[in-house]
């Protein structure tokens, strides 16, 4: 049998390298294609129904614009020195002293607050508090902060 072009059979066809990286490409594309769009959905993610609200107070006279550190899981109380990135979160009340946080993770967690009260001297006051966070018991905490100088 004779080839196009009169080419015997016995000269084997050379493969054309030229359009491999493209092949090559195409390839690539069609598997990164299957793997991606034939993976299940991602499961979604179920907000907690926790929350920690404090009312910062000091002397019965609350105290606004207070920061409220809290550390997850913590056994052994944190302490008032250490730095605000050793803390897992943070928040502040506002001007009626009130603050919220939510979503909390289950656990016991370190509150510790520091704020500044102009009626009393030293003015700089601060406060620890262990709250415990539990689903189907203690979901939403809502208590007075009390702090002292």
Request: glycine letters at 6%; aromatic letters at 14%; proline letters at 9%.
């Amino acid at each position: 049998m004779k080839h196009p072009d009169n080419i015997p059979d016995s000269v084997q066809a050379v493969p054309d390298f030229k359009n491999t990286g493209t092949a090559v490409l195409l390839l690539g594309l069609f598997a990164s294609l299957y793997f991606f769009a034939c993976r299940p959905a991602e499961p979604e993610s179920i907000p907690l129904p926790t929350r920690i609200c404090v009312r910062t107070q000091h002397h019965h006279v609350p105290i606004p614009n207070a920061t409220v550190y809290i550390k997850y899981n913590a056994d052994s109380f944190p302490g008032y020195d250490k730095p605000a990135a050793y803390f897992d979160r943070q928040f502040n009340t506002g001007a009626d002293a009130r603050g919220c946080l939510e979503p909390v993770p289950e656990g016991r967690h370190w509150l510790i607050c520091f704020g500044y009260d102009s009626l009393y001297f030293p003015h700089d006051v601060f406060g620890s508090m262990l709250i415990d966070i539990r689903l189907g018991s203690h979901e939403k905490v809502d208590t007075i902060f009390y702090v002292s100088e």
